[in-house]
């Protein structure tokens, strides 16, 4: 008789709105590393399943159904409207055949961002490890979500040896925890594992106050996770387990790190196996773009605001992988997993290996659309970009940041604003359109160079398909954080800023944040300078997204609601009105509000159907005047078609 293989279950937990639609890779790279070793890894989405729990009729409805005993505040409003809009129309966030919508629907992925904003957490270690976290609104709402997973559905019928928790993302440090309770009380001797740059980059008194407050927690890997995962069910195949002995690993017997396991050869990226993306979570996305691996660290590496550049430390900080390896790997999706979009999954494209990989496609005539993130380097002519588009590539996402060459040098990035302007230039000569990120309060920027910026850019709008606006965060992980004075910066403490933009801290956490004080702008003139950069944004989304769809025509004098992004909510009180594309309420009286729900049913109507709508409630000679305020009024809110 044969005994068991050992089996790992890998889980990447809530919440990371961001990466709905898509299949964060580090579960699939890890089993990939499992599976060919001989052992079993399982992989589980509670990011996703947070995505199907938010969105289901039952809970959409009780959401819509409590607002109308209750006075709604303008805070409460999108909430209970994003609901409403889901329930009219679940085809704004699902996919033909019940599937997750695009990535790139970011209409989808802002309605049930909205939905799970109350479970967005940001608290600082302590508070997520002490049990009143646990008896938390927050944390009894998830722990609820848990309790009906799948996750805990295999728990019960095929217990796994060890539990791995991927936490890539700050606001996913608390549920991770209160999941690895949860394993815990449901399997005592599963051991649980949690990885991830939010661990990797969290101070050390922290981590060693995690291992000593959730003892549920029996593991910790920091940095690169295929050696010391291989070494850890190694351990447990010995009929041991000792983690303080990995290299890279911490545990409440060591909380102090050795010497990170990552520099082993046969972990190097060039020799990693295939990443192996689970086709039950696979065929659930309408739309998956893979992430391939085509390097570790940043062959930059300078920038003094970046934390990820801190886990790549020492003289191995940029490992890149063989571009025949990647394009192998990119065909075997193909082929094998019949997905042809593609991530590169890298902190920056070098332009040598875009332009080899671009070759390569061609050479080898394997068509595919592929991404990735590149910084601005002179490298990027407009001809290689050329060949990256006709090789599949359909954008580059590039953190162009600033457009003030004095605050780019401050923080260490490899561009000025006369690079920043060519390979704007590079792009549109060559077609090829870019996602922006850009973050206007760079250290001691001020308001005259912010606003000179965003003029400049105004000038490309047709080369931007995406901006993506991120307030500065000082964070204690970064070059910034060691030294703050050097960059203009008079830090405070560790912890909330309360003048902080929501969703403060998608890629940090609160034990991570600097609050700090710039004299580069006053408050005024920063808020200012934002809106701004976010009008941009929404500007840019909106060509883009009228160049993708252009509307149909429509039926002359036909009466339409302006959008089918307008809600209708009732309250206790009010009937309300919630223009979801503009965020705009309005209040309005009920024969106005019935009406808008009486067009938005039947997607419009004429002006004699409404009249005759209007007639079963009012006398024949009413009804022209009633209708003509009633459109006079919705005229006046812009909720109609001119």
């Known amino acids: 008789m044969t005994a068991s293989r050992q089996r790992w279950l890998l889980a990447f937990p809530p919440l990371v709105s961001t990466n709905w639609g898509s299949y964060y890779p580090s579960t699939a790279a890890l089993a990939a590393v499992l599976a060919s070793r001989g052992w079993v890894a399982d992989q589980v989405d509670l990011n996703a399943e947070l995505f199907d729990y938010l969105t289901a009729p039952e809970r959409l409805s009780a959401a819509t159904g409590a607002a109308t005993r209750c006075t709604l505040s303008l805070a409460q409003l999108p909430a209970v409207a994003a609901a409403s809009l889901i329930l009219d129309d679940p085809g704004l966030v699902r996919a033909p055949g019940g599937r997750y919508p695009s990535a790139e629907d970011q209409l989808a992925l802002d309605l049930v961002a909205e939905l799970a904003r109350a479970l967005h957490v940001d608290e ?244 595919c659309d592929w991404r990735s993130f590149v910084m601005v380097d002179a490298g990027f002519t407009s001809e290689l970009l050329a060949r990256c588009k006709e090789s599949g590539c359909t954008g580059l996402t590039v953190g162009l940041e600033s457009m003030a060459t004095r605050v780019l040098q401050l923080v260490g990035k490899k561009a000025s604003r006369e690079d920043n302007l060519r390979f704007l230039e590079a792009c549109r000569a060559a077609g090829l359109r870019v996602d922006l990120n850009l973050i206007p309060n760079l250290p001691t920027t001020t308001y005259a160079e912010a606003l000179r910026g965003l003029q400049e850019l105004e000038g490309f709008i047709d080369v931007v398909r995406e901006v993506a606006v991120f307030p500065f965060e000082a964070t204690a992980s970064s070059r910034i954080g060691r030294t703050p004075g050097r960059y203009g910066l008079s830090v405070s403490h560790v912890g ?52 993708a769809a252009p509307m149909a025509p429509t039926e002359g004098r036909r009466i339409r609601l302006r959008s089918p992004r307008i809600a209708l909510v009732r309250d206790a009180e009010r009937f309300w009105v919630y223009d979801w594309d503009v965020d705009r309420a309005f209040t309005a009286g009920r024969e106005l509000w019935e009406f808008l729900h009486w067009l938005k049913a039947r997607s419009g109507a004429s002006a004699g159907d409404s009249a005759n709508y209007l007639s079963r409630s009012s006398p024949a000679p009413e009804v022209p005047r009633r209708l003509q305020a009633l459109l006079r009024s919705a005229s006046e809110m812009r909720l109609l078609h001119a």
């Not at 969290?202 to 927690?217: C, E, G, H, K, S």
């Not at 890298?346 to 005539?365: S, V």
């Not at 004299?519 to 944004?537: I, N």
Request: charged content about 20%; overall charge positive.
């Open 496 to 547: 909330r800023d309360p003048g902080a933009r929501y969703p403060a801290g998608q890629a940090q956490y609160l034990a991570n944040r600097l609050v700090y004080t710039d004299a580069g702008m006053t408050p005024a003139q920063l808020e200012d300078v934002f809106q701004r950069y976010e009008d941009f944004a929404r500007r840019v989304r909106a060509r883009a997204a009228s160049a």
């Open 124 to 367: 600082l270690v302590a508070q997520l490890c002490s049990p009143a976290f646990g008896d938390s609104d927050v944390g009894r709402a998830y722990t609820a979500f848990f309790s009906q997973s799948t996750l805990v559905e295999r728990l019960r019928h095929e217990p796994p040896d060890v539990v791995g928790i991927s936490v890539p993302m700050g606001p996913q440090l608390g549920p991770a925890l209160l999941l690895a309770r949860l394993v815990k009380e449901l399997r005592p001797a599963t051991r649980v594992v949690l990885g991830g740059a939010t661990l990797t980059l969290m101070a050390l008194p922290d981590l060693a106050a995690l291992l000593r407050l959730v003892p549920a927690v029996d593991a910790v890997v920091r940095h690169e996770g295929e050696a010391p995962a291989v070494a850890l069910a190694a351990q447990l195949d010995a009929g041991e387990w000792r983690p303080e002995a990995v290299p890279g690993v911490v545990s409440r017997q060591r909380p102090l790190p050795s010497l990170s396991a990552g520099r082993d050869k046969a972990f190097a990226p060039a020799a990693l196996p295939f990443a192996g993306y689970d086709a039950t979570l696979l065929a659930r996305l309408s739309a998956p773009r893979l992430g391939i691996l085509q390097a570790r660290g940043c062959y930059w590496g300078e920038c003094a605001y970046c934390d990820f550049v801190e886990l790549y430390r020492g003289p191995g900080k940029y490992k890149g992988r063989p571009v025949p390896r990647v394009v192998d790997e990119v065909r075997h999706a193909v082929e094998r997993l019949k997905v042809d979009r593609f991530w590169l999954v890298t902190e920056a494209l070098p332009p040598a290996h875009a332009g080899r990989f671009a070759d390569a496609l061609l050479a080898g005539g394997l068509r």
